[in-house]
């Protein structure tokens, strides 16, 4: 039986606007569903919180949050998010919709993928996170299940239900989020995350890619969680002998333990990629690994194939290759053909000129032509290849081509290693005369900065200082300071003075004051409370609700938040909660009953019960008279005395 025939939602149309089709994936937070948005005419994606979780304020917060990160991002490699609403107790994201496959899915049935595979999946997945990364977002939940190929053979990656943003507190309070084969060790040690847990997780799925196996497996998570602790991601050369070491290298730098160690989010990841792919050779990126799946295709256009479609799809020379390595069969002459010869000319009877008419007729052809391929081919040259070349190799490749160096400028880059060719004026491939000169710019490396002095600085002075230097403010963290006003930075990290890359995230440490001493105010008119608190420096807040108590009078503290005795910053809020007076409860008459029932009735009704025996009553067991009336009021838990006789 069709499972989606039992989804009450398939058939059903959306706050008025989406119409569900078909159910597409169930998840433990979430349906998504193919659906039409009928104002727009367009099938989407519809993404549609579980109801029993709709209730739970965090995983609603989590929800709007993902259409907010995401929304922000707009990048061509990152599923769009269009819209985020509500309809009953359903909450819902309406998403692009992309048709294809996961990467999961094109692992479990083709294995491990050859290598120019891998790199073509992995550098659009890194080039997303890293848009999210110089956005300020980490992903945190990297996985196969979460990058779609679609049948375009477009790579995009989805789910940022987890994101979080890098200046604020990251800590799970010990719950660990994520999937276990792919958290980073700090993610499980203590939950935080930063840019580097999603190229951890990316080194992970490069391993996978290229071996068809996660790097460490388990019977239980918690055996993989202690593997990604206390082991590091073995080399795919140990599984897949022969590989190119240029791939062990990228697996290794991703997936240090030590997160100082790795590349310090996808951009910087993404540019050891490319520079290592381009060390890579033809028949290493072409390698079949064994552990490649062996899969027959009755239809040429299926959508698995989208990931060697795209591979044989025509593709710019690469910079590291010469026109002459790429198999391109340039017949040079066959555009230059001599012109027809003209047709002969009409001479009159008895005329001496024919023959030399046609030595001249053949002679000016042989000039044409000769003109032609002059003009053409041997005046002119194109520009060899010279991108990621040092310029000591750009001039002997310019040398070659008949060409000269012309002007040479000088670029920061984050992609392309110092010293190596960024661009070239004209560009490659394009035509010149011989002899003309071609200009190139060199590569700086990374445009590198001193983190401004910090300490000191008020926040927003801070956050505005580091802007203007180049640099991103990054985590935000708090602590007390004797010497360090609120509200102005302690310490960045890393520290005032130190060079580092351009548009590279600094922490700041942030001060709190001088930690106070929270007084104890229960029990207080509310006036000498704010008097106290005000004057520790401390701001108050009164509470809405009053509560009733039998212990403090009308207007007095019950209670505090935070309690007395904890610590607090100077400006810190004291919520107080006043007393409206205790609680009055109408007395039972219990006159001329028994003890016992006198007791129960009254303890019932809240109060206590003093028994009044005198010598006349010491062997009675009726109620001779009570202290308060019955149907009298007297507040819950006061002493009712009754007389016995």
């Not at 938040?561 to 109408?586: H, I, Q, R, Y």
Request: charged share 25%; glycine share 10%; aromatic share 4%.
């Amino acid at each position: 039986m069709d499972t989606t025939l039992q989804d009450p939602l398939v058939g059903q149309v959306l706050d008025g606007r989406y119409r569900i089709d078909a159910r597409i994936a169930v998840g433990g937070m979430a349906t998504v569903y193919r659906a039409v948005d009928t104002r727009l005419d367009r099938v989407l994606a519809l993404k549609v919180m579980h109801p029993a979780l709709a209730v739970d304020a965090s995983f609603v917060e989590r929800f709007i949050r993902e259409a907010k990160s995401v929304a922000r991002l707009a990048h061509p490699n990152v599923v769009q998010v269009f819209d985020q609403g509500t309809d009953g107790s359903y909450v819902y994201l309406a998403m692009e919709y992309v048709a294809g496959c996961t990467l999961r899915d094109v692992l479990r049935e083709r294995g491990a993928l050859q290598p120019r595979a891998a790199l073509d999946i992995l550098e659009p997945v890194l080039a997303a996170l890293g848009a999210a990364h110089r956005a300020g977002f980490v992903h945190r939940d990297m996985k196969p299940e979460n990058v779609l190929i679609g049948d375009d053979g477009r790579v995009k990656v989805a789910d940022f239900g987890l994101v979080r943003a890098v200046d604020t507190v990251t800590n799970t309070t010990g719950t660990v989020l994520g999937t276990v084969s792919y958290l980073a060790p700090e993610q499980i040690e203590d939950g935080t995350a930063d840019p580097r847990v999603d190229v951890y997780a990316c080194g992970v799925m490069l391993y996978e890619m290229l071996t068809g196996d996660k790097p460490h497996d388990g019977d239980s998570p918690a055996v993989i969680l202690y593997k990604h602790l206390h082991e590091d991601v073995p080399p795919p050369s140990a599984a897949v002998p022969g590989m190119a070491y240029e791939l062990d290298e990228l697996v290794a730098s991703a997936t240090a333990r030590t997160p100082a160690v790795r590349p310090h989010d996808a951009v910087a990841l993404l540019a050891q990629v490319r520079d290592g792919r381009g060390r890579l050779s033809e028949e290493q990126l072409d390698a079949v690994p064994p552990q490649a799946l062996a899969v027959d295709h009755d239809n040429g256009d299926d959508r698995t194939t989208v990931i060697p479609r795209a591979l044989t799809t025509p593709r710019p020379l690469p910079v590291n290759e010469d026109e002459e390595a790429s198999g391109a069969a340039l017949d040079r002459t066959s555009r230059f053909a001599s012109p027809p010869p003209p047709p002969p000319s009409r001479r009159r009877p008895g005329s001496r000129r024919g023959p030399a008419a046609i030595v001249v007729a053949v002679l000016l052809v042989l000039g044409i032509g000769a003109g032609v391929w002059y003009i053409n081919s041997g005046q002119f040259t194109e520009v060899p290849p010279l991108l990621a070349k040092t310029q000591e190799q750009a001039e002997n490749r310019l040398e070659d081509a008949g060409l000269e160096l012309g002007k040479v400028e000088h670029a920061y880059s984050d992609t392309v290693e110092r010293g190596q060719i960024i661009s070239s004026d004209p560009k490659a491939g394009e035509r010149i005369r011989g002899n003309d000169s071609v200009s190139i710019t060199v590569s700086d490396g990374p445009e590198t900065v001193r983190v401004p002095a910090l300490a000191g600085q008020k926040l927003d002075k801070a956050r505005a200082l580091l802007k203007e230097g180049g640099l991103e403010p990054g985590m935000v963290t708090r602590e007390f300071s004797e010497d360090v006003p609120r509200g102005s930075v302690v310490s960045a990290r890393p520290a005032d003075g130190t060079k580092v890359r351009s548009g590279t995230a600094v922490a700041l440490v942030v001060s709190k004051g001088s930690p106070i001493d929270i007084p104890d105010v229960t029990g207080s008119d509310e006036a000498d409370a704010r008097s106290e608190l005000t004057e520790a420096g401390l701001k108050v807040r009164i509470a809405t609700e009053r509560v009733n108590s039998s212990e403090y009078d009308k207007g007095q503290v019950v209670r505090q938040t935070p309690k007395s005795g904890s610590t607090a910053a100077e400006g810190d809020t004291v919520t107080l909660t006043l007393s409206k007076g205790p609680e009055m409860v109408e007395v039972p008459d219990v006159v001329g009953a028994s003890v016992d029932d006198a007791t129960r009735a009254l303890e019932g009704a809240g109060f206590q019960v003093d028994e009044d025996r005198g010598l006349l009553g010491l062997f009675g067991d009726e109620v001779k008279s009570q202290s308060v009336d019955g149907g009298a009021t007297a507040p819950k838990g006061s002493t009712i005395t009754i007389k016995i006789r």
